[in-house]
């Protein structure tokens, strides 16, 4: 059983910068399909970023280009979201997921927050 832990959120200010981290236990995460998606509070839960094992490519959203990036630390077994310049829209639940067919584990999520 794959457990995906979320850390890294918190209050920042317009332009400010954080970094999320998902640690996984209970097995590798290698050859998972890893994501990041986010919800903000009376929408649906959106893709954000995600790593293609297949072929090694990530994908962003149209939103999120040019200001985030996935990263991973395989001998931690981690990945991370790095997220720069970010903007009042960018205010959600963050959840990282994995799966081999489908987004089957999630972790429970961190607040981003972004405010003046």
């Known amino acids: 059983q794959l457990q995906l832990v979320e850390s890294g959120g918190g209050w920042v200010q317009p332009g400010g910068s954080l970094r999320l981290s998902c640690s996984a236990s209970?097995?590798?995460?290698?050859?998972?399909?890893i994501g990041w998606f986010r919800q903000a509070p009376g929408n649906e839960r959106k893709r954000v970023s995600c790593?293609?094992?297949?072929?090694?490519?990530?994908y962003y959203a149209d939103s999120v280009k040019g200001r985030f990036a996935f990263s991973r630390d395989n001998d931690q077994n981690t990945v991370y979201l790095q997220m720069n310049s970010l903007k009042p829209e960018d205010t959600a639940v963050y959840y990282c997921?994995?799966?081999?067919?489908?987004?089957?584990?999630w972790g429970q999520g961190t607040q981003v927050s972004v405010s003046t």
């Open positions: 997921a994995a799966g081999l067919s489908g987004w089957k584990y």
């Open positions: 209970g097995r590798s995460l290698d050859g998972y399909a």
């Open positions: 790593f293609n094992s297949n072929d090694g490519s990530t």
